[in-house]
């Protein structure tokens, strides 16, 4: 799995996104429970995720409303099928409004951009 740290810091919140290829929503959440073993993860508040498989489209918002499908239309307009983006959110202590797609989508186009 690879993972890209320190995306973003915004009002104390900070944002890292993770990814690896995946071809199902049991192998997703195998994944998401992989990375949660590295106690960092295994704190931060939000680890959403999308993955487009055969399937169809899969998400898991772990409570970030909307982040999940924030994820998947970047996959779709990218056309990147049966890879996982994980995006983890350490919560700062003060609400980001709207600021908090932008930086998921941020941290999904780091992630793009370094494959």
């Known amino acids: 799995m690879r993972t890209l740290d320190n995306i ?7 944002y890292a996104v993770s ?3 995946c071809d199902s929503a049991e192998e997703a959440r195998a994944l998401v429970e992989q990375l949660k073993t590295i106690k960092k993860f295994a ?3 939000h680890n959403s995720w999308g993955l487009l498989c055969a399937a169809g489209p899969i998400k898991q918002d772990d409570g970030e409303s909307g982040a999940g499908m924030v994820i998947l239309r970047m996959l779709e307009r990218e056309g990147l099928r049966d890879h996982l983006v994980i ?11 709207g ?17």
């Open 43 to 45: 704190k931060a508040t």
């Open 87 to 97: 995006v983890t959110r350490w919560y700062g202590g003060k609400h980001l409004g």
């Open 8 to 14: 973003v810091s915004d009002r104390g919140s900070k």
């Open 19 to 21: 990814g690896a290829p």
């Open 99 to 115: 600021d908090r797609f932008r930086h998921v989508q941020t941290a999904v186009r780091a992630y793009l951009d370094s494959l």
